[in-house]
């Protein structure tokens, strides 16, 4: 997509000028009202579309978004982006033909989420793309691209990358929390995917956090909105608070005491859009000299250029996203791209060869309260599904030829003890356990959240524990002690310490919330019909005792970036039906000395086992040096390797990949020595073979 036509803007510009200083703050919220007198029709800007068209009725659900990060597959997300735009495109010209302006319906989107899940226990690291500033940022920038569209000239939809910045947890404080990150954290960790999205992706628009950062409100923050995100990243869009952001400064930030002072005080640092009405305190700013109209008119002006990119004010005949018909909604091209990617998505953790199962008939007992939960695969921010299949249908169905019986034996971590004897008295007739369990949105979720709930109840939020649920713990070990095999399958959005479980049971697979056709997916990698390949976006931890506090912002000792302990599962992991062998790693150099020089890497990966399969190449920078995270990602590629083939597959490493990043957030050579790691995880945990390179940094 094109940076800002010129036209575009000068359109925009023509149309402020027509309008009223209270027409003007009118449409500064997100609920902007018509004006007749200019043909200005009313706009909603609020829309979702984590993983799939959300809350506007009937569109695909895909794998949430910790599942997409799971895939590791970059070309995938762009063609799930794809046709969640396609959705979006072809409901908002059908909800216009029948005079549906409203929430949910328009083509600003309010996604993806590309904070980073520092800490298992936020709630809404379901929503992220994972740990790791590199794979975020690789994710986001193909899933904006393909949001975005390829047009020279309009956009298919306006995407929006949040909460910038430095936004992860506690939910219950972010609405007043102040952090104060070293340099170093802000530009190693919290800053690179927001910079890629800006200035690789193109990002049209970006959502403030609720936090403080450095004591400035994120919506209010000259150094994050003007310094960094314009001055710096070059950021010619505009800037959407997230919602009651604004009425926060002056409510529990503090900072201010008055709505007119907080909403002069965000537009001033340039939030141009403000979701909910503290905007409307404006008139007042105005009066009272607290804020100048030409501030007004930037704001405006950002505002309406990717209105008039979007093609809301040209003949429908001349925007060619406007052609895509409704019939794209949840067809079954856009189904079978969801049940592709639960299946690309999903890590298998540990396989003491009781994995693939066979197909001769056997009685099978599938078990769990997640077993045959439809709501549980979705996640939150969800749109409305045409059909689901749960775990327990999809296991049915594959196993046509045996036995299948189901009981939920507890809830997600409630406990009923009539339903937990009922659970115990199915392994008396079968061969084999399936156990589903995990979370679900009450346990994990957005601060208030009742989406995926039952009516009245409301999600904790954040966990205070990251251990499998007490109800869950107590039935699987009273299963195990029936002796029949077992074979656990997590759904969930976030790190699960399975310590009991990885001891005792022979087989682990992790699921995610793997949206409309879950079960079907689970099944497929069950019973071999898939080879699984998903890798772990997230560090599984064995217990809170190895994690600072949760408010602790500082990187110390967090992620497989700077944690020193040993973990349940690392990032990066995942294991497979098949096995491979790295060999003839090679560079083309081994020593940088100048910033614009790059390194070019081959590896040949082979498939040496008897199923064909995926793997995920994985290249680390490590170092020894202090001033360096212990290891980063710095390259990946999903490739595919039939029975016995060999592939050579390339990276370019660009010296910015062996910079550092000072106390004062500025990037330069330190003289030292790295070692450059090839394979399928990182060096210690991986089960296939490493190959190691040294490159000497040179001042």
């Not at 993983?51 to 009937?58: K, M, S």
């Not at 910790?66 to 895939?71: E, Q, V």
């Not at 002072?261 to 939030?271: D, N, P, Q, S, T």
């Not at 208030?448 to 869950?472: F, H, N, T, Y």
């Amino acid at each position: 997509m094109a940076k800002q036509n010129q036209q575009f803007k000068e359109r925009a510009q023509a149309l402020v000028a027509q309008m009223t200083r209270e027409e003007k703050i009118s449409q500064m919220m997100h609920r902007a009202p018509a004006i007749e007198r200019l043909n200005l029709p009313e706009y909603n800007w609020w829309n979702e579309c984590l993983h799939g068209v959300g809350r506007a009725g009937l569109a695909t659900v895909f794998p949430q978004a910790i599942g997409l990060a799971a895939t590791w597959n970059t070309p995938l997300m762009h063609r799930v982006a794809t046709a969640i735009s396609d959705e979006a495109r072809a409901k908002h010209h059908e909800a216009l033909r029948n005079g549906n302006h409203g929430q949910y319906f328009g083509l600003t989107m309010w996604s993806p989420n590309i904070n980073i899940f520092r800490d298992p226990r936020w709630g809404r690291g379901q929503e992220t793309y994972g740990e790791d500033p590199y794979l975020t940022a690789r994710m986001g920038v193909a899933f904006i691209t393909g949001l975005q569209g390829d047009d020279p000239d309009y956009l298919k939809v306006v995407a929006t990358p949040k909460h910038y910045a430095v936004h992860s947890g506690p939910e219950h404080a972010r609405h007043h929390f102040d952090v104060s990150p070293s340099r170093r954290d802000l530009w190693e960790t919290y800053l690179p995917a927001f910079e890629a999205c800006i200035i690789e992706a193109d990002a049209a628009s970006i959502m403030g956090a609720y936090n403080r950062v450095d004591g400035d409100p994120a919506c209010a923050s000259k150094p994050l909105l003007q310094d960094i995100l314009r001055d710096k990243w070059g950021f010619d869009g505009f800037v959407v608070s997230d919602c009651g952001a604004i009425d926060d400064i002056y409510l529990h930030h503090k900072v201010v005491e008055t709505a007119a002072e907080a909403a002069a005080l965000a537009v001033i640092a340039g939030c141009d859009l403000e979701c909910y009405r503290t905007y409307e305190a404006l008139i007042d700013a105005l009066d009272t000299k607290l804020i100048e109209e030409e501030t007004i008119d930037r704001a405006l002006i950002r505002l309406f250029t990717p209105r008039y990119q979007l093609g809301m004010f040209d003949d429908p005949d001349t925007v060619p996203y406007a052609q895509i018909p409704y019939s794209v909604v949840d067809c079954e091209e856009h189904r079978q791209l969801s049940f592709e990617t639960a299946r690309e998505a999903m890590a298998l953790l540990k396989n003491d060869n009781l994995l693939p199962l066979t197909d001769k008939p056997q009685k099978i007992a599938v078990i769990g309260p997640n077993a045959h939960d439809p709501q549980v695969l979705l996640g939150n921010y969800n749109g409305t599904h045409s059909y689901t299949v749960t775990p327990f249908e999809g296991i049915q169905a594959r196993a046509s030829q045996s036995e299948v019986t189901y009981s939920q034996g507890c809830g997600v971590f409630t406990k009923d003890n009539r339903a937990f004897q009922e659970a115990l008295h199915l392994p008396q007739e079968s061969d084999l356990i399936i156990f589903v369990g995990g979370l679900n949105q009450a346990l994990e979720g957005e601060e208030g959240q009742e989406e995926g709930l039952p009516e009245g109840l409301v999600s904790k939020g954040d966990r205070a524990s990251i251990d499998l649920p007490e109800s869950q713990d107590d039935l699987l070990k009273a299963l195990h002690n029936t002796g029949k095999p077992i074979i656990l399958v997590l759904i969930n959005g976030s790190a699960i310490a399975i310590n009991w479980a990885d001891d005792h049971l022979p087989a682990i697979l992790e699921a995610w919330y793997p949206g409309q056709d879950g079960g079907t997916a689970i099944a497929d990698i069950l019973f071999g019909d898939y080879n699984p390949a998903g890798r772990l976006p997230v560090t599984f931890y064995r217990s809170l005792d190895d994690l600072p506090s949760f408010d602790d912002y500082s990187m110390k000792n967090r992620t497989y970036r700077y944690f020193n302990g040993e973990v349940l599962y690392p990032f990066g992991y995942g294991l497979s039906y098949t096995c491979f062998e790295y060999s003839n790693f090679q560079a083309d150099k081994n020593s940088l000395c100048l910033q614009d020089e790059s390194i070019n890497l081959t590896v040949d990966v082979s498939n040496t086992g008897d199923l064909p399969s995926d793997e995920v190449v994985q290249i680390y920078r490590i170092s020894n040096c202090p001033d360096y995270p212990h290891r980063q990602l710095v390259a990946f590629e999903r490739i595919h390797l039939a029975i016995g083939e060999t592939k050579t597959v390339s990276f370019i490493l660009s010296s910015e990949q062996f910079m550092m990043i000072d106390d004062n957030g500025e990037k330069h050579f330190q003289p030292g020595i790295f070692t450059v790691s090839a394979g399928g995880g990182q060096t210690e945990h991986t089960l296939t073979q490493q190959t190691t390179i040294t490159t000497v940094i040179n001042t």
